[in-house]
Nanobody, 125 residues
């Protein structure tokens, strides 16, 4: 069974950068797609980025395209989210997720079946 643990959240000023990490354990990490989501208070969870099992294909939501980069290191069983040019509206709890039955990149939340516990990102103005 896959387990996910996020890290790297924190407080940053607007315009700054953070890199989130998500360490996976259990099934062979290189066999499934991964994604990042976020949820701000009072809002629905939002799909941000996805990456295929090999890392060759990626997806980005329009809200983060050009500012965020998803990547993975299959040797380290870790997926990353590099976040640059952060804005106060990026403040949210960030979650990584695994789509353990798919290798291709997916955006739809319902395609993900394993979730991390979340890490808080706060961007001050």
């Amino acid at each position: 069974q896959v387990q996910l643990v996020e890290s790297g959240g924190g407080l940053v000023q607007a315009g700054g950068s953070l890199r989130l990490s998500c360490a996976a354990s259990g099934r062979t990490f290189s066999s499934y797609a991964m994604g990042w989501f976020r949820q701000a208070p009072g809002q629905e969870r939002e799909s941000l980025a996805g990456i295929s099992s090999s890392g060759a294909s990626t997806y980005y939501a329009n809200s983060v395209k050009g500012r965020f980069t998803i990547s993975r290191d299959n040797a380290k069983n870790t997926v990353y989210l590099q976040m640059n040019s952060l804005k106060p509206e990026d403040t949210a709890v960030y979650y990584c997720a695994a789509s353990t039955t798919r290798r291709m990149v997916v955006a739809r939340e319902s395609s993900y079946d394993v979730w991390g516990q979340g890490t808080q990102v706060t961007v001050s103005s």
